[in-house]
């Protein structure tokens, strides 16, 4: 009985841990910095073509759109489509956090389940299955990363200014 009941705990804890994030690391995150330095030193700029989503490059950053149309990635256009809810707009969430650092909030646990708790994605109200994909695309102490569930995506752009985050909906897929 014993057993039986250790297995059906490891089984639930097994289960429960991706629903809520993985911790994140270094490899996590993509840092806006480093894929334009990346991308001006490569001597074959179109073999980083799918190397990383470069809309979400484009959304922390579009200044260096013309070397990145040089990739030839093929969605560049997309990021205007999602450039509009960068804006404050009644779809914007906020909270007041301690953290000072943007990757210190996609690093907390607590903070992450906070974050889906507040964004309940637009396409499905079943939170328990909605995870973060990573990586999350990271400038400064903006970023811009992505929720998901069985059927359904959804894009948000979030930035930390003086212990306040705040998140909007850039958009959605639902399958």
């Given at each position: 009985?014993?057993?039986?009941?250790?297995?059906?705990?490891?089984?639930?804890?097994?289960?429960?841990?991706?629903?809520?994030?993985?911790?994140?690391?270094?490899s996590?995150?993509?840092i806006?910095?480093?894929?334009?330095?990346?991308?001006k030193?490569?001597?074959?700029?179109?073999?980083?073509?799918?190397?990383?989503?470069?809309?979400?490059?484009?959304?922390?950053?579009?200044?260096?759109?013309?070397?990145?149309?040089?990739?030839?990635?093929?969605?560049?256009?997309?990021?205007?489509?999602?450039?509009?809810?960068?804006?404050?707009?009644?779809?914007?969430?906020?909270?007041?956090?301690?953290?000072?650092?943007?990757?210190?909030?996609?690093?907390?646990?607590?903070?992450?389940?906070?974050?889906?708790a507040?964004?309940?994605?637009?396409?499905?109200?079943?939170?328990?299955?909605?995870?973060?994909?990573?990586?999350?695309?990271?400038?400064?102490?903006?970023?811009?990363?992505e929720?998901?569930?069985?059927?359904?995506?959804?894009?948000?752009?979030?930035?930390?200014?003086?212990?306040?985050?705040?998140?909007?909906?850039?958009?959605?897929?639902?399958e």
């Amino acid at each position: 009985m014993k057993k039986y009941l250790l297995f059906i705990l490891i089984t639930l804890i097994t289960f429960h841990l991706p629903i809520f994030g993985q911790p994140l690391n270094k490899s996590n995150f993509v840092i806006y910095e480093e894929v334009i330095n990346e991308l001006k030193s490569a001597k074959n700029i179109s073999q980083l073509e799918n190397k990383y989503d470069y809309v979400f490059i484009l959304l922390l950053d579009s200044t260096n759109i013309d070397l990145i149309i040089k990739t030839g990635y093929p969605h560049i256009d997309e990021f205007r489509d999602y450039a509009a809810g960068l804006a404050l707009s009644k779809q914007t969430i906020e909270f007041v956090t301690e953290k000072q650092d943007i990757k210190e909030i996609f690093n907390d646990e607590n903070l992450l389940k906070r974050i889906l708790a507040c964004t309940k994605t637009n396409n499905s109200y079943d939170i328990p299955m909605t995870k973060f994909d990573y990586p999350v695309y990271i400038k400064g102490n903006t970023a811009v990363f992505e929720t998901s569930g069985p059927t359904w995506t959804d894009t948000y752009y979030a930035k930390l200014e003086k212990g306040i985050l705040q998140i909007n909906w850039l958009g959605g897929i639902i399958e």
